[in-house]
């Protein structure tokens, strides 16, 4: 897949996991793209390390998506605990 591709993926599996997990983050659009993205990469190298499966196939692949959302939902759950001590002055 082309970076345009991954960048659609991020965004779109980063507001999707903000759906799933709803509070208040410090982060907007580029931060919910950001932990999509990563958490695209996440999920595939969890699939692959866990499962033995190649997950990450192509943008129509349902295991592509299934891996950016659970990815992006470890990697903003982990945004959550690392930012939510933090107070704003």
């Given at each position: 897949m082309g970076i345009i591709a991954w960048i659609l993926?991020?965004?779109?599996?980063g507001i999707i996991a903000?759906?799933?997990?709803?509070?208040?983050?410090p982060g907007g659009i580029i931060i919910t793209m950001l932990i999509g993205i990563a958490?695209?990469?996440l999920g595939?190298?969890?699939?692959?390390?866990?499962f033995g499966v190649d997950s990450i196939d192509g943008f129509?692949?349902?295991?592509?998506?299934?891996?950016?959302?659970i990815?992006?939902?470890i990697l903003l759950?982990?945004?959550r605990?690392?930012?939510?001590?933090?107070?704003?002055a």
């Open positions: 993926i991020g965004l779109l599996a903000k759906a799933l997990m709803p509070g208040k983050d958490g695209g990469l595939g190298w969890l699939g692959k390390v866990i129509f692949d349902l295991s592509t998506w299934i891996a950016a959302i990815g992006s939902l759950a982990l945004y605990i690392v930012t939510g001590n933090r107070r704003h």
